[in-house]
């Protein structure tokens, strides 16, 4: 069971990017963080008890990964930048780095980028299964898709 909520770690990216960050770009960071906490945090697919967050899951939307709660709301600043400032959220040191490490690595690219590198990733893949790309979904992104895409980049 986890101790943080999505908002709080969307909060947590907001700060850090300074009003550069849009909410695809947003989503996918958060996904990442998300992702990189479950590979992190666990030992095996058969038991994923350490999550960053157990308020929200993503589903394979046409743009990648996202939360719907995250998606509705944000989605009124649409492609531009979300100005809201925010307070960083406090975590605990292990959280922290791996927020740190998924800043460095994911945030240097623009939301474009970041959708297509979730567009080439199994989880997402395997959530929207035989849909073509335009096609709507709102089917769930497994965790245990989501670890065992990831833990091969680190193993």
């Not at 307070?87 to 780095?97: A, C, G, K, Q, S």
Request: glycine share 4%; proline share 3%; aromatic share 14%.
């Amino acid at each position: 069971m986890s101790q943080y909520t999505y908002d709080e770690v969307a909060d947590w990216f907001l700060a850090k990017g300074e009003g550069k960050i849009s909410p695809k770009k947003l989503q996918k960071l958060v996904y990442y963080a998300y992702a990189w906490t479950l590979t992190l945090l666990n030992d095996s697919a058969e038991n994923l008890t350490n999550k960053l967050f157990d308020d929200g899951r993503f589903e394979a939307w046409v743009h990648g990964p996202v939360i719907h709660g995250l998606y509705n709301k944000y989605s009124k600043y649409g492609f531009n930048n979300i100005s809201k400032s925010k307070t960083r959220p406090t975590f605990t040191e292990d959280i922290e780095d791996v927020l740190n490490q998924v800043w460095d690595v994911y945030g240097k690219y623009n939301a474009d980028q970041l959708e297509s590198m979730t567009h080439q990733e199994s989880p997402w893949k395997n959530a929207r299964k035989d849909l073509s790309p335009l096609d709507s979904s709102s089917n769930f992104i497994s965790d245990k898709d989501i670890f065992n895409c990831y833990i091969k980049r680190i193993a």
